[in-house]
């Protein structure tokens, strides 16, 4: 089963559910947990997990090389080129490396096979063990715009991993468990994190703030046609407006965390929740179990 | 004219929190909201919209399933995987697609046409502080630094019509595209962030970022006193790096009760925290004189 973790609003405790529901799953030998981080912009999951990295990675997306010998600047490039990362002068071609999205149109259009691609880094991913979990992350490099390319990698290499020990273990007894810890927002990135997910939470406040960016992510997830739920952190400042709304639409609560001073420090050190004691690896375990649940109900109603 | 715009690295540090009062102790400005994925400045400052505009951004392909002939070519070459050409047709995946065109450009049948993509909405709007620019991404939509460009730009175009001294730019989480759209060319670039380890590692992240495009930072330690020991790691660093600390603020249940209420804090209540929001305005207005 493929879990993600969203928020329309940053900072509502994605990180903290991601994590603490793949460590408390985790603890359970006859789970297989996988965790990808897949907010490539501000990686936090690490700090958490403390993960063993043995491969690290770069990233690259294709741009145009231009073969001076063969380019009689034609201009025919920069016009195909929709993200102006080409402009071409009388006897030079400019390229924009970072607003090249790497689609390989100046490559196709060109009538003098003057343009091949090379590689350019945009960031990282990294792979290892985080405890009992199969860890993987992507950190986009300072001053990069564009962090989809690297969610898309970590998707790929993460849930082809799940996937073929899905299909090796089909009649054994485990149970294979992916987790996506998404960026927040509406847009593309966030997108590309959930796309392929059996289920998405999402995490949200109790304030004006958090029921306003909740009803964005709301949509995003009708768009996608991914059942969802919400956890609702921070479950007693504010007021009840994000509880009456999920009865509205009815949109299950699967989870509810109270504000609580041993939390916020626990979090601000680096420590698990799920360390803190027995009953919060118990609420995980029970978070898990209703998204279970409410995964069947969703997949019967279709 | 003096561009300020308010960042964090991490989500929920309290960027709109720290904005929404910064609109009321400042004078002579236009505020811009760059969190075009899920702006909420106006939640606090309840604007009236006095011009709504459609936000065109790139193009999408439509194709023509009478022209097309099945050929495949266009899903070939696509590298989003956004086309699937089977016997009934071609058909994009609008929520890959990255409206690059070569589809449009590759097609022999000529049956795909490259269209106008609508992918939001941007408003020019009054509050009771003064103007307010602010936008709505369409859900699942790219081109969120175009917009961001787009809301700061009419900012400053009112700025200079009305002759207002300072933009004041609510930015997003991140350090991607919209952020960078957000702060390339600004004065300051204040971050607001927590003493959390999560808040540390972003913050040092945002940092870099203004550093390569020249932009100063300083920073705002909010909710300081939830662990002592990362906030004076927090001013080590930055110390070490020669970015001042502005200020601090103490963590405190009224800027929930204020946000609930739709205020900005430094309206809702009179106490220790918002004194030191006005403090932390000072400093800032000093340094951009």
């Known amino acids: 089963m493929i879990i993600s973790v969203a928020s329309g609003k940053g900072g509502t405790g994605k990180t903290t559910i991601a994590v603490n529901l793949a460590l408390a799953l985790a603890g359970d030998k006859k789970n297989n947990v996988y965790f990808l981080d897949c907010d490539v912009e501000e990686p936090n999951a690490h700090l958490f997990l403390k993960p063993l990295i043995k491969k690290s990675e770069p990233v690259e997306i294709p741009i145009p090389k231009i073969d001076y010998n063969k380019c009689n600047f034609c201009g025919k490039c920069a016009r195909a080129c929709l993200f102006n990362a080409i402009a071409v002068a009388k006897n030079k071609v400019l390229i924009f490396p970072e607003l090249c999205h790497g689609c390989g149109a100046c490559t196709y ?36 715009a564009i962090a989809p390319p690297i969610i898309k990698r970590i998707k790929k290499r993460g849930i082809e991993k799940y996937q073929s020990e899905v299909n090796k273990n089909k009649n054994g007894s485990k149970q294979h468990i992916l987790l996506i810890d998404a960026p927040p927002g509406t847009s593309c990135p966030v997108i590309e994190s959930i796309k392929e997910s059996d289920y998405t939470i999402l995490v949200t406040e109790p304030t004006p703030f ?79 179990q209703n998204i279970v649940t409410e995964y069947k109900l969703a997949k019967v109603r279709n | 004219m003096k561009e300020i715009v308010i960042v964090s690295g991490k989500g929920g540090t309290g960027k709109t929190v720290i904005a929404g009062s910064f609109a009321v102790l400042a004078k002579n400005k236009v505020m811009g909201d760059c969190d075009v994925d899920a702006s909420n400045l106006y939640l606090l400052l ?25 050929c495949g070519l266009c899903e070939e070459l696509c590298r989003y995987d956004a086309i699937t050409v089977s016997q009934d047709g071609a ?15 590759a097609c022999p ?62 930015g997003p989480p991140g350090i991607g595209c919209p952020l960078i759209a957000s702060i390339t060319g600004a004065n300051l670039v204040v971050v607001v962030t927590e003493p959390t380890l999560s808040g540390i590692h ?20 909010n909710k300081f006193d939830i662990n002592l020991e990362n906030t004076s790691s927090i001013k080590e660093f930055c110390k070490e790096n020669s970015i001042s600390v502005i200020g601090r603020i103490h963590f405190d249940n009224i800027i929930t009760e204020a946000l609930v209420k739709g205020l900005p804090v430094v309206e809702h209540s009179d106490n220790k925290v918002t004194q030191e929001i006005k403090d932390i305005w000072q400093e800032i207005f000093k340094k951009i004189q």
Request: aromatic content about 8%.
């Open chain 1, 109 to 144: 259009i060109c009538p003098e096979g003057a343009i091949s691609e090379k590689g350019r880094e945009i960031g990282i991913i990294e792979e290892g063990e985080a405890g009992l979990s199969n860890f993987m992350e992507g950190r986009l490099n300072i001053g990069e």
């Open chain 1, 210 to 288: 958090g029921l306003h960016d909740l009803v964005l992510a709301v949509e995003v997830l009708k768009k996608l046609q991914i059942p969802y739920g919400v956890v609702l952190n921070k479950c007693d400042i504010g007021d009840h407006q994000v509880e009456k709304y999920c009865q509205e639409k009815e949109i299950p609560i699967l989870m509810s965390l109270p504000m609580d001073k041993e939390i916020a420090i626990a979090y601000s050190k680096g420590i698990p929740l799920v360390n803190l004691g027995y009953s919060y690896k118990q609420k995980f375990i029970s978070l898990f």
């Open chain 2, 46 to 70: 309840h604007p009236q919209v006095k011009e709504k505009h459609d936000f065109y951004a790139g193009v999408i392909p439509e194709i023509d399933l009478t022209k097309c002939n099945q």
């Open chain 2, 91 to 105: 058909f994009v995946d609008y929520i890959s697609c990255e409206g690059c065109g070569l589809c449009g450009l």
């Open chain 2, 109 to 170: 049948e000529k049956a795909v046409e490259m269209k106008e993509n609508l992918c939001g909405e941007w408003y020019i709007s009054e509050t009771q502080y003064g103007p307010l620019v602010y936008a709505r991404l369409g859900i699942a939509e790219e081109n969120s630094g175009i917009l961001v460009t787009t809301v700061r730009k009419n900012a400053r175009v009112i700025a200079e019509n009305r002759n207002l001294d300072l933009i004041i730019i609510d």
């Open chain 2, 202 to 221: 972003d913050l040092e992240r945002v940092i870099e970022v203004s550093q390569h495009f020249n932009v100063e930072p300083v920073v705002i330690i």
